[in-house]
């Protein structure tokens, strides 16, 4: 069989970090992108399967999605799973609300979180349809509540990624293209603040924090056949913290 094969981003740790290994262990060509340049250290693919690109910076992503054309050498890609984001905080490490976020803040998130994930899936349409592929889009429980960690742009950044879900759901559907969003809740990874573990245990009906590889696997699902009529779906990740 042909092996299939996984465009990652935001891949050097936590969620994506598992994501990639999971996919890396069922036999999937992994291709990351992330700020970092590739670390030896991890276990999947090598330096040919990594495109150092930092989302934000909107002017060189042409120069990027190209770069992934190249490395796909014009074959099909079977997952696309945007999953950089970036959440800033205040010196203190407690949230920026709407009267502390500056402009540039504003702009660097939604281009890292929002709007290179629109023009990523636009650059690399082709290839999804040749693969009939998924999309899968990493939102956040913060996108549909006010949260006490996660800040104000980071909220307006997931809100606005699940409406592009479905956007993306609708147009892309009739190209054999499926497109979905997986909701996070309180995840063990290094993006929590200091006080998401106790809260987890006071808010979440599980009582605990959920793990990358928990939300890695459901990535997973919706990538494979199991989920083939599965289409502009927000799965839920978070103990049952949104009922």
Not at 96 to 117: E, F, I, K, Q, R
Not at 136 to 149: C, D, E, L, M
Not at 160 to 167: I, K, P, S, V
Request: proline content about 5%.
């Amino acid at each position: 069989m042909t092996q299939r094969t996984l465009l990652l981003t935001g891949a050097s740790r936590g969620i994506g970090h598992a994501t990639a290994k999971l996919f890396h262990d069922n036999g999937w060509r992994v291709i990351t992108v992330s700020r970092q340049a590739f670390s030896p250290r991890c276990p999947w693919g090598g330096a040919e399967d990594h495109v150092q690109l930092d989302l934000g910076d909107i002017d060189r992503l042409g120069e990027g999605i190209a770069d992934i054309r190249r490395r796909l050498d014009d074959g099909p890609l079977h997952a696309l799973v945007n999953n950089a984001g970036i959440s800033p905080k205040q010196p203190d490490g407690s949230r920026l609300g709407v009267l502390d976020t500056p402009y540039d803040t504003w702009l660097a998130v939604l281009n890292v979180n929002l709007v290179s994930t629109a023009l990523l899936a636009k650059g690399l349409i082709g290839s999804l349809a040749a693969g009939k592929g998924a999309i899968v889009n990493v939102t956040s429980i913060a996108g549909s509540r006010v949260h006490p960690y996660a800040g104000v742009a980071y909220a307006a950044s997931k809100a606005a990624l699940l409406t592009l879900t479905r956007e993306m759901a609708s147009e892309f559907a009739p190209l054999g293209v499926r497109t979905n969003a997986i909701s996070p809740g309180e995840i063990n990874t290094a993006i929590l603040s200091p006080g998401n573990a106790a809260f987890a245990e006071r808010q979440v009906p599980l009582r605990r924090l959920g793990t990358p590889a928990e939300v890695a696997a459901t990535i997973f699902f919706l990538c494979s056949e199991a989920a083939s009529y599965v289409n502009g779906a927000e799965l839920h990740i978070n103990g049952g913290q949104h009922v």
